[in-house]
């Protein structure tokens, strides 16, 4: 998804016709779900990697603990979504 990513914003710098149609593009509601999934897939990512990084250092490394926090990570990363996603379903 990268490179459209990129094409669009591109596209979206090139002109003021250009912005247009990148939001006209981006209206729609299927690509607004792929947005929000992009920045569910991207917030749990970054909340994953924390949870890897400290169980590296063997913090939570214990199976409930571990468990436990594969659950925050999800829970944080659902909620960092809404946080930061709210504009896309608009």
């Known amino acids: 998804m990268l490179p459209l990513l990129l094409y ?3 596209h979206s710098l090139s002109n003021e016709a ?4 990148v939001l006209g593009v981006l209206a729609l509601w ?5 947005a929000l999934g992009l920045i569910w ?3 749990h990512h970054f909340c994953a990697g924390i949870r890897f990084l400290l169980l590296d250092m063997h913090i939570g490394d214990e199976m409930p603990a571990a468990l436990y ?11 960092l979504t809404l946080l930061i996603g ?3 379903l608009l």
């Open 30 to 34: 299927p690509l607004k779900l792929l």
């Open 18 to 21: 250009g912005f247009s149609e």
């Open 8 to 10: 669009l914003f591109e």
């Open 69 to 79: 926090s594969a659950l925050i990570a999800f829970a944080v990363s659902i909620t």
């Open 86 to 88: 709210w504009r896309v």
């Open 41 to 43: 897939a991207y917030m």
